[in-house]
T-cell receptor
Framework: KQEVTQIPAALSVPEGENLVLNCSFT??????LQWFRQDPGKGLTSLLL?????REQTSGRLNASLDKSSGRSTLYIAASQPGDSATYLC???????????FGRGTSLIVHP | DGGITQSPKYLFRKEGQNVTLSCEQN?????MYWYRQDPGQGLRLIYY???????QKGDIAEGYSVSREKKESFPLTVTSAQKNPTAFYLC??????????????FGPGTRLTVL
């Protein structure tokens, strides 16, 4: 059974820092990996989707990489801002299934 | 604007009462999902549906029921058999099929509280 782990569970940084959030998974036979952002009391917002054949995706200050062989993905946030404060979740969809497995998320606080 | 709507935003249930959470999408997505989110836990799958008139149990289906009579609608009923229903409920949808993006989109959620 696929297991998804996100480290660290919580992170507090000053504004302006470049950040790396980690997502690891146990089964490398994945179809895609998706990164989400969740604000308190809200639904999940899709940030980036990486297909299994891709190595990275970029959107603005966000860059997500995927290394299937090592079972890892990283979300890089450049020049963090207080508005980036949220919980970030990764979800791994295995090959042959429509059901993704979610990590428990990294809670990020960016203070001015 | 395309998206997923959930209603109500807040719902209160008395003991022994059934309640229904609404989920509607206008993204023309085939698959729809219901998740439960509790503090300190990840998202847990309740039910999912790949096509109209078909749905499958997820990891925690006991005490819940669903229907999928229309492509755009996937309501979730929390029955009195669900002993601890207080949680945040999230509905999602995605396109089905190899070679498509299969990106999952979420609604804003419904917070259910048992009185």
């Amino acid at each position: 059974k696929q297991e998804v782990t996100q480290i660290p569970a919580a992170l507090s940084v000053p504004e302006g820092e470049n950040l790396v959030l980690n997502c690891s998974f146990t089964d490398s036979a994945i179809y895609n990996l998706q990164w989400f952002r969740q604000d308190p009391g809200k639904g999940l917002t899709s940030l980036l989707l990486i297909q299994s054949s891709q190595r990275e995706q970029t959107s603005g200050r966000l860059n997500a990489s995927l290394d299937k062989s090592s079972g890892r993905s990283t979300l890089y946030i450049a020049a963090s801002q207080p508005g980036d404060s949220a919980t970030y979740l990764c979800a791994v969809r295995p090959g042959g299934s429509y059901i993704p497995t979610f990590g428990r998320g990294t809670s990020l606080i960016v203070h001015p | 604007d395309g998206g997923i709507t959930q209603s109500p935003k807040y719902l209160f249930r008395k003991e022994g009462q059934n309640v229904t959470l609404s989920c509607e999408q206008n993204l023309n997505h085939d698959a729809m999902y219901w998740y439960r989110q509790d503090p300190g836990q990840g998202l847990r799958l309740i039910y999912y549906s790949q096509i109209v008139n078909d749905f499958q149990k997820g990891d925690i289906a006991e005490g819940y029921s669903v229907s999928r009579e229309k492509k755009e609608s996937f309501p979730l009923t929390v029955t009195s058999a669900q002993k601890n229903p207080t949680a945040f409920y999230l509905c999602a949808s995605s396109i089905v099929g190899q070679g498509r993006e299969d990106e999952q989109f979420f609604g804003p959620g419904t917070r259910l509280t048992v009185l």
